[in-house]
């Protein structure tokens, strides 16, 4: 799924949203993985083609699938349900690992 640009983005979101994967982002390379995701531009939609759609599936024009935003304001723009509840999820995983410092101030 990782070669799917616009599904690539939720799908990677809530596998490491579970409990069981997302002490894996300790890994430098998996978050750097997750962060290139997350901000990756994916392929410009010119505004000339802004509001054209593909009159068939599968298009034979391609360039028309793209986006003006990027792919992450994209899916907040368009299904922003599925990206925010993954990220929810996946923040309260992450605090739930946090085992806090000697140094906190008595929370």
Request: glycine share 0%; no cysteine; proline share 6%.
């Given at each position: 799924f990782l070669t799917v640009p616009y599904i690539?983005?939720?799908?990677?979101?809530?596998?490491?949203?579970?409990?069981?994967r997302v002490h894996k982002l300790q890994s430098t390379k998996?978050?750097?993985?997750l962060d290139s995701l997350l901000f990756e531009p994916g392929r410009y939609l010119s505004v000339e083609l802004t509001g054209v759609q593909p009159a068939m599936v599968p298009t034979q024009h391609p360039e028309l699938l793209a986006t003006s935003y990027g792919l992450l304001l994209n899916e907040l723009h368009r299904s922003p349900n599925n990206v925010l509840a993954a990220a929810h999820t996946l923040l309260e995983g992450v605090l739930a690992l946090d085992t806090g410092s000697v140094c906190d101030p008595g929370r």
């Open positions: 690539r983005l939720p799908l990677v979101l809530t596998f490491f949203a579970s409990d069981e998996l978050r750097n993985i």
